[in-house]
């Protein structure tokens, strides 16, 4: 099913962790040597991926849960400490852009959509993860997690950059691979396009009923630039 008009569109959201990049082996990294400084067992990839979506915090807290640790407030903040240093440091090491990402985003980015990252991950190590994997120069707006007073599945980071864009909420496609990015661009009135690959908590994103799903962003060249064949 795809009911995105390419008449219609004019910018371009994307969501990063899952979306453009595989992040969860830096994050899961990071997540086990907090959790042996915290004499907690390790946990696997399969975990790490099914708990990524919702920031750093629930991250760390689903973490301490899955162990039936101490998950009160302060036990949390010293975890979500542990965890930010550590992340700090594995920011760029196991972490795989997907393939076709880099080929799409250059294709739509030169086709003249305007581009913006809207992540729930921590706006601080954006800039270094960004410029690791060589996007950096491609989008005109990068929010994280924290950069406004809500996050994903608020609508508010995409009416953000509707107005920094200054275009209307049906002409920003949002891209990712989860239920948040899916409800946040139709809690916006964004088409939505959903990515088959990423973490969606163990659910078939098609289940939040995007406008599109694709299993690589490739597929989206041909819609958005109908003369695209292969690129
Ligand atoms: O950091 C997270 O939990 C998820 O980040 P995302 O919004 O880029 O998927
Ligand atoms: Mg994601």
């Known amino acids: 099913m795809n009911t995105i008009k390419p008449q219609t569109v004019r910018a371009i959201a994307f969501d990063l962790d899952g979306t453009l990049i595989d992040s969860a082996p830096d994050l899961g990294a990071a997540l086990n040597q ?5 004499n ?4 696997g990839m399969a975990e790490v991926r099914g708990w ?30 542990l965890f930010s240093a550590a992340y700090a440091q594995h920011l ?21 959509y305007r581009l913006a990252l809207i992540t ?3 706006s601080c190590y954006l800039p270094d993860i960004l410029r690791a994997y060589h996007m950096d120069e491609m ?10 007073l809500e996050k994903k ?6 009416l953000h950059v509707c107005e920094a864009f200054d275009v209307e909420p049906h002409q920003l496609l949002m891209v990712g691979d989860s239920k948040n990015d899916i409800e946040a661009g139709k809690n916006a009135g964004c088409p939505t396009l959903g ?11 098609s289940l939040s009923a995007p406008d599109m799903t694709a299993d690589s962003l490739i597929e989206l060249l041909p819609v958005l630039i109908p003369a695209t064949e292969t690129i």
């Open 34 to 38: 907090m959790l042996t400084q915290l």
């Open 40 to 43: 907690l067992p390790s946990v």
């Open 52 to 81: 990524v979506g919702n920031g750093m915090k629930m991250l760390v807290t689903r973490s301490l849960v899955h162990h039936a640790a101490d998950a009160s407030e302060s036990a949390i903040q010293h975890a979500l400490a």
């Open 92 to 112: 760029s090491i196991n972490t795989v852009v997907y393939n076709g990402v880099m080929e799409s985003l250059t294709a739509l980015y030169k086709a003249g």
């Open 120 to 122: 729930n991950k921590a």
């Open 139 to 148: 989008f005109e707006v990068v929010l994280g997690g924290d950069s406004l």
């Open 153 to 158: 599945p608020h609508p508010l980071p995409l």
């Open 195 to 205: 990515l088959t690959y990423g973490y969606n908590y163990g659910e078939h994103i």
